[in-house]
């Protein structure tokens, strides 16, 4: 088992940063791909970005690419996503997620196998 416990979001105008971290307990963190996902209301979740399991390998949805990094620290068992010039098509609720099915990080939130409870992001216009 894997305990995931994000933290981080909050409230900020367009244009501002914010950061986000997941911290796991439980089974060796170093051992499973992380990825961020996010929903907004009545939308499904989606994948916002992944890394593989040593962080040298990061994917992201388009529509991120350039303004949010997502990273990992294996030591304190953490992963974090930086994100910067928020628009307000970012609010929702966002995710981390582990895989030991795929140590490369995925699209698909099929081939996570924790979840955390989610940490609310609203970017006000």
């Known amino acids: 088992q894997v305990q995931l416990v994000e933290s981080g979001g909050g409230l900020v ?30 939308k499904e979740r989606d994948f916002v970005a992944a890394i593989s399991w040593s962080g040298g390998r990061t994917d992201y949805v388009d529509s991120v690419k350039g303004r949010f990094t997502i990273s990992r620290d294996n030591a304190k068992n953490t992963v974090y996503l930086q994100m910067n010039s928020l628009k307000p098509e970012d609010t929702a609720v966002y995710y981390c997620a ?16 924790y979840w955390g409870q989610g940490t609310q992001v609203t970017v006000s216009s």
Do not use: I, K, V
């Open 13 to 42: 105008q367009a244009g501002g940063s914010l950061r986000l971290s997941c911290a796991a307990s439980g089974r060796t963190f170093s051992m499973h791909a992380m990825g961020w996902f996010r929903q907004a209301p009545g």
């Open 98 to 113: 582990a895989s030991y099915r795929n140590l490369y990080g995925s699209r698909y939130y099929g081939e996570y196998d």
